[in-house]
């Protein structure tokens, strides 16, 4: 059940972290993404109460990020800051509870990862927060959005890899 719920929450990673635009339009919504991640959070929450708060969570980004889909102007402004603050809560409860699943499992050694995986997503949140007041190259943002967003599926596909103790 684990592996199956993190490969579940990698995939609707997949959906949110990356674009395949075709006419104009993302093939890749992040509302079907974070509705996966929901999906994969869900049957942790018992076990792992970090998943629970992660699993609502997502399920408010799926909300707005379907709306986002539909409106404009200053409300799509505001649904984007909204969602930017519901990916950092998400963020946090996810890597709790994949740090209470390690401590469960007693792999220890391998707590220090989500705790990093955190600190560099806070890290991006912040360069994209500081990119609304001061113009940053767009190629230079992209690239460095991308390999935290590898390094951040990484840690997913490893955690879902092992194999159960």
């Not at 093939?27 to 699993?55: C, H, Q, Y």
């Not at 539909?70 to 996810?94: C, H, P």
């Amino acid at each position: 059940m684990r592996r199956t719920a993190l490969a579940i929450m990698l995939v609707g990673f997949v959906f949110v972290f990356f674009s395949i635009p075709l006419a104009g339009v993302d093939l890749l919504i992040d509302a079907v993404g974070f509705l996966l991640v929901f999906n994969g959070a869900r049957p942790l929450e018992k076990t792992m109460p970090g998943f629970g708060k992660a699993s609502w969570c997502a399920i408010a980004l799926t909300v707005v990020s379907a709306a986002q889909l539909f409106l404009g102007g200053t409300v799509y402004l505001v649904l984007s800051l909204l969602r930017a603050a519901g990916e950092v809560l998400l963020f946090l409860w996810l890597m709790r509870g994949l740090t209470q699943m390690l401590k469960k499992e007693s792999r220890l050694r391998l707590v220090p990862l989500t705790y990093g995986a955190f600190t560099l997503n806070m890290a991006t949140s912040a360069l994209v927060a500081v990119m609304l007041f001061v113009p940053l190259p767009a190629l230079a943002m992209g690239i460095v959005l991308a390999v935290v967003h590898v390094l951040l599926l990484a840690l997913l596909l490893r955690l879902a890899l092992l194999p159960a103790p």
